[in-house]
């Protein structure tokens, strides 16, 4: 997910005109450099002198190529350190659920009112985590008399059960012999071994009726991941789907497993925002009259991205004073 980061950085770094990004307005003559670890902005703090820049760049012979590679790097490097990360995520989107990779149906609108109450925020604040499962048949007893598939998940280690507003699990069903009726799954938490982990017992946290002969259902585990989030005696934990009308062998799973089809946890924060008045602002910034050169920004707005980390899991996360909003001259 770092082409995300890396197609942000390459609009951001654009000379010669002005750039709308998210909503934001990014002037050409908005200059940066690297700076070293003794340097690394505070928050809300911008020391950035264009006229001393380019003065300092045509002194040592900097070419135009050279500067923007230079404005790129710094803005690569100002996204790691407000994401917390010394380097960028290696993992592609290959392998992800068909809705983790049609993203635009998942990611919440930006109401930019709304996300500029995070301006103090220097790193990065979760919006959003997709958290694909383990495969972890330690935590899942196969024990059962009904077709099932048992989901291992490790839960984000920055977002704690106060942060939780809503949470769903998606899976895809599968086609089953018994599809002309109405099928019923039971999903229940996977939990409470003895010491062995050997003896298992399951919590019910929904019980789903579809007449879809395949497809994508939802259901609500807020109450269980705010639980997990809470009672961490393990990183990793489970739910159970089971399909007790379906008519296949009780060792298959109604769940279907393969790359793009596999399920996934979403977890929504109460940080973001799914306003709907985003649209209507790009229409105003749209009408506005023809920009005029910027000497130094004077207002910013945050920026909301996505990538993915080792841990299987899909972060949103808003990062803050990243998109110049307005600027001025003296």
Not at 27 to 41: A, D, G, K, L, Q
Not at 175 to 200: G, L
């Amino acid at each position: 997910m770092y082409f995300v980061i890396l197609k942000l950085c390459i609009v951001l770094a654009l000379t010669g005109s002005v750039k709308n990004v998210s909503g934001g307005i990014f002037p050409s003559s908005f200059y940066f450099r690297t700076v070293s670890e003794t340097e690394i902005p505070q928050e809300n703090s911008v020391d950035v002198d264009d006229a001393e820049i380019e003065d300092e760049t045509e002194s040592v012979g900097v070419s135009e190529q050279e500067f923007t590679a230079l404005r790129i790097e710094y803005i690569k490097n100002q996204i790691l350190k407000k994401l917390r990360l010394k380097e960028k995520p290696q993992i592609t989107m290959a392998d992800l659920p068909i809705p983790v990779k049609e993203y635009e149906n998942l990611l919440p609108d930006q109401d930019m009112n709304q996300l500029s109450r995070y301006d103090d925020d220097f790193y990065g604040k979760t919006t959003q985590a997709i958290v694909l499962p383990y495969e972890d048949e330690a935590r899942c007893l196969r024990k059962v008399h009904y077709p099932s598939a048992c989901l291992p998940f490790q839960m984000p280690n920055d977002i704690h059960s106060t942060d939780v507003s809503t949470a769903q699990l998606w899976f895809h069903k599968k086609p089953d012999i018994m599809d002309s009726h109405n099928q019923t799954f039971i999903i229940s938490e996977v939990a409470h071994w003895d010491t062995n982990k050997s003896f298992q017992k399951t919590n019910p946290i929904a019980i789903q009726d579809t007449n879809s002969r395949e497809g994508w259902l939802k259901v609500d585990v807020t109450y269980v991941v705010k639980n997990w989030l809470n009672y961490q005696n393990s990183p990793i934990h489970a739910i159970n789907v089971l399909c007790k009308t379906c008519g296949a062998d009780k060792s298959q799973s109604p769940v279907s497993f393969s790359a793009d089809l596999k399920p996934f946890l979403i977890i929504y924060t109460h940080s973001q925002q799914r306003g709907s008045k985003v649209m209507g602002k790009n229409n105003q910034r749209g009408s506005r009259p023809e920009l005029t050169p910027c000497c130094a920004a004077t207002q910013f707005q945050p920026l909301q991205l996505v990538y993915m980390d080792g841990n299987k899991t899909l972060t949103t996360k808003r990062l803050s004073n990243m998109i110049v909003e307005t600027c001025g001259c003296m």
